[in-house]
């Protein structure tokens, strides 16, 4: 967990701009864009994996999805988003503390 860059970033070690935050996750701008407009949502808790979640963990996730689509307009996503978690090798999962992409403010590949 002491290596993990997004509890980090969370703690205020590396420097980032919280676009939205609360006490259960926020959201940063993704350090290397797939789409015009692409964000991470991050849990504050660390867990790497769906099957690692608490009870706590789900019911958080949940509340931080509703969330998204509360503060999507304040993000430019008006029009549409794409949620995206990769989970494990087969998904090149690359930070193993899972996080939400969030993808748009274009029209996205199908
Ligand atoms: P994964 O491949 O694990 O689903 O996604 C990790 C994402 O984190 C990648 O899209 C990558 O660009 C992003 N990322 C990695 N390090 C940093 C960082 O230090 N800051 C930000 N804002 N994004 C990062
Ligand atoms: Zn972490």
Not at 51 to 65: P, V
Request: with cysteine.
């Amino acid at each position: 967990m002491n290596d993990c860059i997004f509890c980090k970033i969370n703690q205020g070690i590396i420097p980032s701009e919280k676009l939205y935050e609360d006490d259960m996750f926020f959201v940063i701008r993704d350090i290397n864009p797939k789409a015009k407009l692409h964000y991470l949502a991050i849990p504050k808790n660390h867990y790497k994996l769906f099957s690692q979640m608490t009870e706590n963990d789900q019911a958080n996730l949940g509340k931080i999805i509703k969330k998204i689509s509360e503060i999507a307009p304040s993000l430019g996503l008006s029009n549409g988003y794409r949620l995206i978690v990769n989970q494990g090798e087969d998904a090149v999962q690359t930070v193993f503390h899972l996080h939400i992409h969030i993808l748009g403010g274009e029209r996205l590949p199908v």
